[in-house]
């Protein structure tokens, strides 16, 4: 544990406890960089009908948008629950050094969320999982790839 990480996680948890009192989902996220609050984010799932708007997610935009980097590097994530997968996966993407969290996916469980069942399902081999998932190999399948290989200008992430 940081000097300053229950101070953030605590900001994270007023966030997410203020989002439902405003009709929102229980969910908050801070992102801190050299100490400094970078951005926050809150569940906005039902407000903007848009089931990928979550606290970490949100967070995750906003921070991109205030450091002009897709790149994370040398953040904290400070979550009022253990990211769902789709948020895991985001982090990753954005290359966030550490996460801090509260709840826990089990928690977030018996509160009516899917968070457990998502994380069993992204172990199961793409036939087990209970939404129907198809494989379809066309002649161009694969081709993007390697045009995104055969640049020399790409920019990695």
Not at 11 to 37: M, Q, S, T, Y
Not at 55 to 63: L, P, V
Not at 114 to 139: N, Q, V, W
Request: hydrophobic share 40%; charged share 25%; proline share 4%.
């Amino acid at each position: 544990m940081e000097r300053n990480d229950l101070y953030f996680l605590s900001e994270a948890e007023k966030l997410a406890c203020e989002n439902v009192r405003a009709g929102g989902g229980p969910f908050g996220a801070v992102i801190v960089k050299a100490g400094k609050v970078i951005s926050t984010g809150v569940n906005l799932v039902i407000d903007t009908y848009d089931p990928s708007a979550h606290a970490e997610i949100e967070a995750i935009r906003a921070a991109g948008q205030v450091l002009k980097n897709h790149d994370l590097s040398g953040c904290v994530l400070y979550s009022s629950c253990e990211p769902c997968p789709m948020c895991l996966g985001a982090i990753y993407w954005a290359h966030i050094d550490r996460v801090v969290y509260g709840s826990t996916r089990k928690d977030a469980g018996k509160a009516g969320f899917m968070d457990e069942t998502l994380y069993t399902e992204m172990g199961l081999d793409p036939a087990e999982r209970k939404i129907r998932f198809e494989r379809i190999e066309l002649p161009q399948t694969g081709e993007a790839f390697k045009l995104w290989m055969s640049k020399s200008d790409r920019k990695e992430y």
